[in-house]
């Protein structure tokens, strides 16, 4: 068995998995990234809603009809 070549490729395969493991992170972290995005987008339209859409008048109020003879 070639144990100098197994020791050159060593290298090699761990920096591949470690380069994987760091892609796999930084997709997460993107991912994480996309979504907290997504949920302030839809937070801000729903407060942009509610303040564009007017409330509902009160019963007692704006009733008085001043009426002069």
């Avoid at 930084?26 to 407060?47: C, T």
């Amino acid at each position: 068995m070639d144990i100098e070549r197994t020791q050159n490729v060593s290298p090699v395969l761990s920096a591949e998995r470690i380069a994987a493991q760091q892609e796999v992170a930084a997709l997460k972290l993107s991912n994480d990234v996309a979504k907290s995005q997504g949920q302030a987008s839809v937070q801000l339209i729903q407060a942009a809603v509610g303040a564009a859409t007017p409330s509902q008048p009160s019963g007692s109020v704006g009733n008085n009809v001043n009426i002069k003879v």
